[in-house]
């Protein structure tokens, strides 16, 4: 069968990668065309686009690169109509995904499927309209959701797993480098690593970096290692490094939070890779006009947290310091209680245990791949 995916960010990449060898195994004759990055190419297919040609964030980028964004949307959807595959899987990136699943909608009989939820709950909600009216079915990673979905807005849902748990338990079972061994490999010193994460695009690299460099300094006995974005070159980095003693890797995010003694993350999935590997940490998001925001958040957004952690716990097990609370003093002193011997370290690690035991041990690929391809086989009946 003849598979569509479309993806918009680095994570997307990864999840549908993964997701589509789990379809391979079930149909041999499988065959992808999409939008997507390096690792869904390294599955095979053919791509239409690279993400990085749309994946903007923050009103100014999106608006400069809005005729990029527009050009490649009128080409995809054409695309899909010549290619007429079997069914559409759309992964998160909702502002490009909903046009998408609009269009091939009302044009076609093509089904439309999306794996990985955009995140409603948290904001615009009034996107749950365009979900009903062009998406078939709802393939959910994160256990609140089900309820969001079928209790609150009578929409079918099913939760498939979380892909990241599928990711690192299968990375923590293959993966047996030893600290000495993985600081040899990428030229570190032996110091003890604190690392940061600051996202995958530019808008939130440049928003987020210098703050995160500036507290991570105030610990002279750390060195500082930056998990480099796959679509972020070396030459943007360099603007905020400096001549600092920083090292980016790349490719090796698993690897690093690994031997890491904490981090620094922005908000996003990395923040449950790090609970995941059990590495204590804080969380930091730049917004602009803070106040704002903040007063936005108290009262007018419908969640209480901005971190998968605690949105999973529906408490706050780490530190998110972002609007008004984003400042270098208050990065580098949550960073100081998550270092050894600290009881906030101990709290955070023990609470992580409580996140493991919600997602479950469902694989989240296998799981909506058999979905989907029951799901085809029952529409090639009727």
């Known amino acids: ?18 997701l589509m060898r789990s379809l391979q195994a079930l149909d041999s004759m499988a065959d992808f065309r999409f939008i997507g990055g390096d690792m869904m190419l390294q599955v095979g297919g053919t791509c239409l686009k690279h993400y990085k040609n749309i994946s903007y964030m923050g009103f100014i980028p999106v608006l400069l690169h809005l005729h990029i964004i527009f050009k490649i949307l009128k080409e995809c959807k ?6 007429k595959p079997d069914c559409l899987i759309l992964v998160d990136f909702p502002g490009f995904n909903l046009k998408i699943a609009k269009t091939i909608h009302r ?28 998406v078939d079915q709802m393939f959910s990673i994160l256990p609140f959701e089900v309820s969001f979905y079928k209790e609150k807005h009578h929409f079918p849902v099913h939760y498939v797993g979380n892909p990241t748990v599928y990711e690192v338990e299968n990375f923590k079972h293959f993966y047996n480098k030893s600290k000495d061994t993985f600081c040899t490999y990428n030229k570190l010193s032996n110091k003890p690593i604190l690392a940061l994460l600051a996202g995958s695009r530019k808008q939130e690299i440049k928003d987020n970096l210098p703050a995160m460099i500036e507290a991570a300094r105030h610990f002279e006995d750390y060195q500082i290692v930056i998990a480099g974005a796959p679509s972020i070159s070396e030459s ?16 090796q995010t698993y690897e690093l939070l690994t031997h890491s003694t904490a981090a620094i993350v922005t908000s996003g999935t990395a923040t449950l890779e790090a609970a995941l590997l059990n590495v204590p940490q804080v969380v930091c ?3 602009p006009f ?36 984003f400042r270098v003093y208050n990065i580098a002193n949550e960073l100081y209680r998550l270092l050894p011997s600290h009881i906030e370290r101990k709290r955070i690690l023990e609470e992580y245990k409580s996140i493991r035991q919600k997602l ?23």
């Open 1 to 18: 069968m003849k598979y569509y995916l479309i993806v918009g960010e680095a994570s997307g990449d990864l999840h549908a990668s993964h």
């Open 78 to 83: 054409k695309d899909i109509l010549k290619w």
């Open 107 to 134: 044009k076609t009989n093509i089904p439309v499927y999306y794996y990985i939820s955009p995140k409603i709950w948290a904001w615009k909600e009034r996107r749950i309209k365009a979900i009903k009216r062009d």
């Open 236 to 251: 943007f980095y360099s603007m905020y490094i400096k001549n600092k003693n920083i090292r980016v890797i790349r490719k």
């Open 285 to 287: 998001y730049k917004t």
């Open 290 to 325: 803070p106040k704002l925001i903040r007063f936005a958040f108290n009262h007018i957004l419908k969640v209480k947290y901005i971190s998968l952690v605690n949105l999973i716990a529906n408490k706050e097990i780490i530190k998110e310091l972002f609007a008004d609370s």
């Open 360 to 382: 479950g041990d469902e694989v989240a690929p296998d799981n909506t791949a058999h979905l989907i391809i029951k799901l085809l086989r029952e529409q090639l009946c009727k």
